[in-house]
C-alpha cells in the first residue's frame, strides 16, 4: 500500500495513515464483526513492533480488544510508539 500511495500525488493525499482492526479482536460471537473468530490473536509485543515497522512513521490507529491477554501491555507499547488505540 505503502508503495501504490507514493506512487501519485492523489493517493499521498488522501491516505493519511492506515486503521489497523484485527486480529487482535475479541473471538466472542458479536465482537469481531466481519472477521473469523478463529483468526483473532492476543496482541504481543512483537506484532506491535511489526505493525510500527510496516507502516513506518505514518499516523496507524490500531482496534485492539481490551479484554485481550496481554492487551494492557500492548496498548502501552502501542501509545509508546505513537500508535492510536481504539
Known sequence: MRKLRSQSSELEQAIAGWHVEGPFLSSEPG??????????LDPEPEKIH????????????LTLAPERKNALEAIALATSLGIKVS
Not at 511489526?50 to 490507529?61: C, F, P, V
Open 31 to 40: 465482537f469481531h464483526g466481519a472477521h473469523d473468530p478463529a483468526l483473532m
Open 50 to 61: 511489526q505493525l510500527r515497522s510496516l507502516t513506518e512513521n505514518d499516523a496507524l490507529l
